[in-house]
């Protein structure tokens, strides 16, 4: 299901931003994927992170996308708050922030996570 999901999700975000972004561009759009282990990729190859994956669909349906990678396993919401300034580099235009299984597994309320605290 989690697999479903990443795909459903990647295509839609995909989908758009290509419409926000408006007609291509010389120099790709610059997108940071910031999280935990669903974004650093754990548990399936490289090639099949959701970042890669999110930059090959934009390619096969639109326009030229450079998504970095910047999920580190294991992470909590208040770890990727502490680091989006760094995880978020120099000429990122769109950032997509996943976080909140980690400390919803580690026993904090959904409300508490969804507060950012």
């Known amino acids: 299901m989690r697999n479903v999901f990443s ?4 295509l839609a975000v995909a989908g758009a931003i290509c419409v926000f972004a408006g007609p291509a561009r010389s120099e790709p759009i610059v997108i940071a994927a910031i999280g935990d282990s669903n974004i650093a990729g754990r548990g399936v190859s490289p090639s ?3 970042p890669v994956k999110l930059e090959r669909a934009f390619r ?3 326009y030229e996308f450079r998504v ?3 999920g580190i396993a294991g992470d909590s919401t208040q770890g990727v708050l502490a680091r989006l300034d760094s995880a978020a580099h120099q000429g990122t235009r769109i950032a997509i922030i996943w976080v909140g299984l980690n400390d919803l597994r ?12």
């Open 7 to 10: 795909g459903l999700l990647g």
């Open 48 to 50: 099949e992170s959701y």
């Open 60 to 62: 096969a349906k639109c």
């Open 68 to 70: 970095i990678k910047s």
């Open 106 to 117: 580690g026993g904090v309320s959904p409300a508490t996570v969804e507060a950012g605290r």
